[in-house]
């Protein structure tokens, strides 16, 4: 049996993440290469933030795939060797995001500065008249934001 990396990449759409169980790990980037050695299988993965409490969970979930579909020899490492940024969410993943009431995090030049964080498009209505409220939102890659037209409160996936 011959499997493709393209395969495999296909199979794991169906890891969700954990947080956000509309975003699969590939549109969240955090799946960065899959290696195939003979019928030996690697999956490579890095966390969006160091100490992500999901981690363990999504590896699990790779792991699990990669068995159901008969995966015997493989390996998941978690590693900071490629590091995650908001830019590695994909566009279906940006859009998954906004249908789930998150707004997603701008596409920046690596340089994220008080700025890009304070203002979000809204996710219901697409207003840009929002302010944010707090940095802080119930996990750590998300941000409380306010809109002034619909007088709905919001997340944003914090952009990194």
């Not at 549109?27 to 993965?45: A, E, P, R, S, Y």
């Amino acid at each position: 049996m011959v499997i493709t990396k393209e395969e495999i990449l296909q199979w794991l759409q169906e890891v969700k993440d954990p947080e956000i169980p509309v975003l699969s790990l590939i549109d969240l980037g955090v799946i960065t290469d899959v290696i195939i050695d003979n019928d030996h299988v690697t999956v490579k993965m890095t966390p969006t933030f160091a100490g992500c409490p999901a981690m363990d969970y999504m590896k699990k979930d790779v792991e699990d795939v990669l068995k159901k579909n008969g995966i015997s020899k493989f390996e998941v490492v978690v590693s900071f060797e490629k590091q995650w940024n908001s830019n590695m969410i994909s566009d279906d993943g940006r859009k998954a995001l906004k249908e789930f009431g998150l707004a997603p995090p701008p596409r920046h030049n690596l340089y994220v500065d008080l700025d890009i964080i304070k203002y979000a498009n809204c996710p219901n209505c697409g207003s840009d008249n929002t302010e944010m409220k707090t940095p802080f939102g119930p996990t750590l890659c998300r941000s409380l934001h306010y809109c002034n037209n619909c007088k709905e409160a919001f997340q944003q996936f914090k952009p990194l």
